[in-house]
């Protein structure tokens, strides 16, 4: 019998005000269990790149990577480029997330093309191709019908003799990406965009949908399933005693016409008792494979006793 796919948990940080507080909050997700400290990509932010080797310069065992990168505001050759060598200065610590996109106003600013989305999800796919073909050394020359490389090389290699790769999103056709040529797909049961451009209706959290993507990933990855990370981004954690009322509040603020027990049992939000969260966390590796969990740093100081309490289940 194969041993079940240990947990894993990450620290998405949005931002950072100084470099002490960034470095501060790297060491303090490394000293707390934490296996990863990510960034997003968001124009009006910080680079993505440039606080992780900062992060990996202030720790020592701490993963670093994206949760995840627009994919139309790079070309894959330059991206390789800046990934390998951030992975080489992080002496191979680096994982790469990567998405389609989502946010017209970020586009509209920057004088970005915001294509349909399928146009969008086109360019993913090739360019998670040409990534990992990159990235796992190979000099690529290709033709397609949206980059064109010719005898390009990512220079320097990536440390890692397989960097990671994620493909994350809401949608089933970005899902499958994932599936067919990642090495982790991540969920978000994120819906529609809504016009400002960076939140989403939660329309993929009912555990009923949650079933039908997970099982959509299955099949996209045929005999790969089971080599799969499957990673959810977590929208909220409340350690709470008092879980209906939590739930009931998050209804309220956010969440619409979601029921109470959909709440409690969608892998996207985290909260009960810290031994209801444990017990959880099992429940659902058991029914849909997660078992990589992405947390905000609202999440510190909740969040650390359900960490050492599913360590090593």
Do not use: C
Request: charged content about 25%; cysteine-free; glycine content about 10%.
């Amino acid at each position: 019998m194969t041993a079940p796919r240990p947990f894993r948990f990450s620290l998405q940080v949005p931002g950072a005000t100084s470099r002490r507080e960034w470095v501060e909050l790297a060491r303090r997700a490394e000293d707390t269990g934490f296996d990863m400290v990510v960034t997003a990509d968001h124009l009006g932010g910080a680079s993505p790149l440039i606080p992780l080797a900062v992060a990996a310069e202030a720790t020592e065992r701490l993963r670093v990577g994206t949760m995840v990168l627009n994919n139309d505001f790079y070309n894959p050759s330059l991206l390789a480029r800046d990934v390998a060598t951030l992975d080489l200065l992080s002496d191979g610590r680096v994982e790469l997330g990567l998405g389609a996109g989502h946010a017209r106003p970020e586009y509209e600013r920057s004088g970005l093309v915001f294509d349909p989305s399928g146009r969008r999800v086109d360019r993913l796919e090739e360019s998670v191709e040409l990534l990992r073909r990159l990235f796992d050394g190979e000099t690529v020359t290709h033709h397609g019908d949206h980059y064109d490389l010719a005898e390009e090389t990512a220079a320097p290699l990536p440390v890692q003799e397989h960097l990671p790769l994620l493909v994350g999103g809401g949608g089933d056709r970005v899902l499958g990406i994932g599936a067919r040529l990642a090495d982790a797909v991540g969920f978000t049961g994120l819906g529609r965009t809504l016009e400002d451009g960076h939140h989403h209706e939660p329309a993929g959290f009912a555990p009923a949908r949650v079933d039908e993507q997970v099982a959509h990933v299955r099949r996209a990855a045929g005999e790969r399933a089971d080599a799969l990370e499957l990673q959810a981004l977590v929208q909220a954690v409340v350690v709470t005693k008092d879980p209906v009322r939590a739930a009931e509040d998050l209804i309220a603020e956010h969440l619409g016409s979601m029921s109470v027990e959909d709440v409690l049992a969608t892998p996207y939000l985290l909260v009960g008792s810290e031994w209801e969260l444990i017990d959880r966390l099992v429940e659902r590796r058991e029914r849909w494979g997660f078992t990589h969990y992405t947390v905000r740093p609202d999440a510190l100081g909740q969040i650390e006793g359900v960490m050492a309490g599913v360590a090593g289940r």
